[in-house]
T-cell receptor, first 114, second 117 residues
């Protein structure tokens, strides 16, 4: 009965490869997010989707392409991986139409680019 | 753009004692939300406490309470009767009142809390 799940939890890959991280929420939320946590633990928004529509794109390189096939899923595809992409990526969700709502976070995916 | 500052990269406290983590923020908005999240070594982000800016009363959740000073743009977290399980990174976060996908959280850089037995 996990609320927000991500796969995989760990991803180790070579520079130049293409990889995807999947996120699913079973909370019935309308809005989903991707955050990046760097090696210094700093968390920053990357994207948000509301009802499958892209709302926020925070100057993320276009090698990163989010895709939302439906309201419950928001996947992150990364092309031509670089060393600097190594980080923990968190998916989150909340009810878009409600105020004072909590964002629920997934367990994170630790991406290591060698 | 809003910014959140946590001036204490690390803090330590003795078990059963009280500790206060600092957070200041910068915004031109009059209504917003503030949060404290906890990230233990498991790296799961856990909501500790939240505060609506229009509420003057400070939020409290069991051993956790905040001191919200709107004019000073300060939002500190007090942990009473500290327990070993409180050891974690603590993040202060700001959220605008907007909705429809724009409810991004702006985080501070975090404070690493160590609890000594």
């Amino acid at each position: 009965d996990t609320a927000v799940s991500q796969t995989p939890k760990y991803l180790v890959t070579q520079m130049g490869n293409d990889k995807s991280i999947k996120c699913e929420q079973n909370l019935g939320h309308d809005t989903m997010y991707w955050y990046k946590q760097d090696s210094k633990k700093f968390l920053k928004i990357m994207f948000s989707y509301n009802n499958k529509e892209l709302i926020i794109n925070e100057t993320v390189p276009n090698r990163f392409s989010p895709k939302s096939p439906d309201k419950a899923h928001l996947n992150l595809h990364i092309n031509s991986l670089e060393l600097g992409d190594s980080a923990v990526y968190f998916c989150a969700s909340n009810r878009g139409e409600s105020s004072y709502n909590e964002q629920f976070f997934g367990p994170g995916t630790r991406l290591t680019v060698l | 753009a809003q910014t959140v500052t946590q001036s204490q990269p690390e803090m330590s406290v003795q078990e059963a004692e009280t500790v206060t983590l600092s957070c200041t923020y910068d915004t031109s908005e009059s209504d917003y939300y503030l949060f404290w999240y906890k990230q233990p070594p498991s790296r799961q982000m856990i909501l500790v406490i939240r505060q609506e800016a229009y509420k003057q009363q400070n939020a409290t959740e069991n051993r956790f309470s905040v001191n919200f000073q709107k004019a000073a743009k300060s939002f500190s977290l007090k942990i009473s009767d500290s327990q070993l399980g409180d050891a974690a990174m603590y993040f202060c976060a700001y959220r605008s009142l907007t909705q429809g996908g724009s409810e991004k959280l702006v985080f501070g850089k975090g404070t690493k809390l160590t609890v000594n037995p």
